[in-house]
């Protein structure tokens, strides 16, 4: 991905231009510490017609428009109609209040910034503070990677296997809908053709593929050996179908097909392409996989995802859980990701295990109403060091907000049953992916 962000200070030269100096400085080595291929100008733009030459060449996926000093509207107004990214402003601290002349009057341009970026209707995210303020950095750090992810999925191939269960119609989702609102191209493949696929290996062509699943899952001998080979040939098939067609994220038709038509579940496969850096979700959750696309992104880790099916007031915990998928990597160290049997189907290997606790989770979804708009599902909290709650896989999340009422929050404003529990806070990066997109955010 080759992503550019570009940093727009602009000004005039009727203030006090040693402390502008210093502040250019300063937030260019910031900005460099955060993004080492930021592009940034040579000196200070303190007139139109060097903001024009600067910005003449540029191309960014993110512009960061720095107030050094008052500038009125017309900056701003060149810099929008030069581009359509997404724009970080940021209000630099006056530095020196000494009763004496006015160093900086950042804010006030800052006024005019956004007042010209509201008449052009465009979202912005906004930062206030000096380049040494660990709330800047936090701030423009959360938007660079917002605004990667944005264009991360400008990029993404995401693939639906199969179709939705019966009742499941949630997470169907509709190709130029993807395409319109997140720049992801979806495609479509029916689950036979890769079950058709699985069946023309040999064992011979499965042998990598099973040794690599025995370096990961644990238990594996205790499987009947025809499931593990045939989940190996599984295996290949989505292996080769994700590298062949430059696939980023997935959604598989699970049950029953996978169960009836080849007798083997494909939970595992799913759970190992995960930590492959191809986010996988069950049950044909298309808007699931772009979730899991999402967090994982921005945690740069794998993600879970499962139901809420327990609630615990005293503990003010909820359960997430689901029948036999999860990153093996999210395993606990006492069990390691473990196989077993499909908790109705009785037939494995599925996983089977509790996810190992973190200090940190960020409850993610992207939902839709009934209108079709989107809209993104956000909560937070840590995950407790809890063993595996039920057959299949789970991960026990206490929330910083009281979980009954998220879950009864959650139920009357009509969420759809599958959630990502990343394990990390990126709480405020998705606030700002929601707000450069316009998708309403949900903080529960």
């Known amino acids: 991905m080759d992503f550019k962000s570009a940093y727009i200070p602009i000004g005039v030269g009727t203030f006090h231009l040693e402390s502008a100096e210093k502040a250019f400085n300063d937030s260019i080595s910031l900005l460099k510490e955060l993004d080492e291929g930021i592009a940034f100008p040579e000196e200070m733009l303190l007139t139109a017609d060097k903001l024009k030459a600067y910005i003449s060449s540029l191309k960014p996926d993110l512009a960061i428009v720095q107030n050094l000093t008052f500038a009125n509207a017309a900056y701003m107004s060149e810099i929008l109609s030069t581009f359509d990214c997404p724009v970080l402003l940021w209000t630099l601290r006056e530095p020196v209040i000494d009763g004496t002349r006015l160093r900086l009057n950042s804010l006030t341009g800052a006024f005019s910034a956004a007042n010209t970026l509201r008449g052009f209707g465009r979202n912005f995210e906004y930062v206030f503070g000096s380049p040494d303020e660990n709330e ?37 989702a509709l190709d130029l809908d993807m395409l319109k609102t997140f720049g992801v191209t979806a495609e479509s493949i029916e689950a036979r053709e890769l079950i058709d696929k699985a069946k023309t290996f040999t064992d011979d062509d499965v042998a990598p593929y099973l040794a690599d699943a025995g370096k990961r899952i644990c238990g594996l001998d205790k499987i009947d050996p025809k499931n593990v080979c045939d989940f190996a040939r599984l295996y290949k098939a989505y292996s080769d179908y994700v590298k062949e067609n430059n696939v980023g994220a997935l959604a598989s038709r699970c049950w029953p097909d996978f169960f009836t038509a080849f007798g083997t579940p494909v939970c595992a496969v799913l759970s190992i392409l995960n930590d492959l850096g191809i986010p996988c979700a069950c049950e044909a959750d298309s808007y699931g996989a772009l979730s899991m696309f999402a967090a994982s992104f921005l945690a740069k880790k794998s993600v879970f995802f499962g139901d809420p099916v327990s609630l615990d007031e005293e503990e003010n915990t909820v359960t997430f859980w689901h029948c036999g998928m999860a990153p093996c990597s999210m395993a606990r160290e006492d069990t390691g990701a473990a196989a077993g049997l499909h908790c109705n189907r009785k037939i494995g290997p599925t996983l089977d295990f509790g996810c190992k606790a973190s200090d940190k989770v960020t409850i993610f979804r992207i939902g839709r109403n009934p209108d079709g708009s989107f809209r993104f599902f956000l909560s937070s909290g840590k995950a407790l060091d809890k063993p595996k709650q039920f057959n299949g896989t789970s991960i026990v999340v206490r929330t910083d907000t009281p979980s009954k009422t998220i879950v009864e929050n959650a139920v009357k404003d009509g969420w759809e049953p599958h959630f990502v529990i990343a394990p990390d806070n990126i709480v405020s990066r998705i606030k700002a992916l929601g707000n450069m997109l316009g998708i309403e955010v949900l903080e529960y």
């Open 136 to 172: 800047v950095k936090e701030k423009i750090s959360a938007t660079i990677d917002a605004a990667k992810l944005k264009k991360a999925m400008h990029g993404l191939k995401l693939a639906q296997v199969g179709h939705t269960p019966q009742g499941f119609g949630f997470g169907r």
